[in-house]
């Protein structure tokens, strides 16, 4: 099970907490860092500096870092056209020595639109846009001369298909979502990787079949869609140490174990087990007190070595 460290920094995080964490992830051995695409912070609270853009982090990340993979859990594809989206990530995935994964979803948080004057179609409309993004984002990355599309919302004409990332054919790309149609074919058709975020285990298993299924009926290998998770991770040496972690990020313990990742390593490898046992490849782990550098060595000291 591969772990990674996923972190939301519109909840009012600046570019130096991520770099913290980043570094913390990097140096105790989990596969990659990941970070929220938001705009606005989500539920009430202090929203602290602001948002910070997510692949203008990334970016900064990748001459900041040297191992660990970096990624969004995930862009939306009402933030930016699929073009300049394209060399944004192909930029940074030079910049990183080809160490990016590209999450992109059709975008849910209405609040954060209107905020910064951002369009926010209906959902049909959006899962529609995504379907094209996907498309013309994969087609220039991978295309070997010019790359042509022509959509209902998006159109290429004679692009020259540059720059190219430094991954061959391209950096890998993660659909995300509940949807039980569209979701799971755009994912099929597209994805590296399908990711349930914060699903508990009996609905992960329903939409994990749901990928198969679609992976099957346009003859793909379903073994070769990558399965995931995120769930919010607290963890603690004792019980005190669990409560105290879970009182700092405002949520309670039994609340915790039932739906994200908590309690003592040993309690926390035991769950991890339980998404390993229906198929899950990766597990991301929502870190909400990015402060909590200590539970970052905690989990990649007790844990990591033995999932």
């Known amino acids: ?34 970070r929220s695409d938001h705009y606005a912070r989500i539920g009430g609270g202090d929203p602290g ?15 900041e870092t040297t191992r660990i993979r970096l990624g969004t859990m995930l862009t939306s594809a009402t933030f930016r056209y699929p073009g300049p989206l394209a060399i944004s990530v192909a930029q940074v995935d030079e910049m990183s020595g080809g160490r990016v994964e590209l999450g992109l979803g059709a975008g849910w948080y209405e609040a954060e639109h209107k905020a910064y004057a951002i369009p926010f179609p209906p959902l049909a409309e959006r899962f529609d846009r995504l379907a094209e993004q996907l498309e013309i984002i994969t087609g ?14 998006y159109s290429v004409t004679d692009s020259p298909a540059l720059p190219k990332p430094v991954q061959s054919p391209r950096p890998p790309v993660i659909v995300g979502g509940f949807g039980p149609v569209r979701t799971p074919r755009l994912a099929a058709r597209f994805a590296d990787e399908y990711n349930a975020a914060f699903q508990p285990v009996a609905q992960a298993a329903r939409l994990f079949d ?31 140490e669990v409560a105290r972690r879970a009182a700092t990020i405002g949520r309670e313990v039994p609340d915790l174990k039932e739906n994200g990742v908590a309690g003592t390593p040993a309690e ?8 390993a046992e229906i198929g899950a490849n990766r597990l991301y782990l929502q870190l909400l007190d990015m402060d909590d550098l200590d539970q970052i060595a905690l989990l990649a000291a007790e844990v990591l070595p033995q999932v």
Not at 218 to 239: Q, W
């Open 1 to 34: 099970m591969d772990l990674r460290i996923f972190v939301e920094p519109q909840q009012g995080n600046t570019y130096a907490q991520q770099l913290g964490v980043a570094r913390a992830a990097e140096e105790g051995g989990f596969d990659a860092f990941f």
């Open 49 to 63: 500096v602001g948002p910070t853009d997510s692949w203008v982090t990334l970016a900064g990340l990748a001459r």
């Open 140 to 153: 220039l990355w991978t295309a070997t001369e010019t790359f042509g599309f022509e959509g209902r919302y």
């Open 210 to 240: 749901g990928t198969r299924r679609s992976c099957e009926e346009i003859g793909r290998d379903p073994g070769s869609l990558i399965r995931s998770v995120a769930l919010t991770v607290c963890c603690g040496r004792d019980d005190a």
């Open 268 to 275: 926390i490898v035991a769950r991890i087990g339980e998404y």
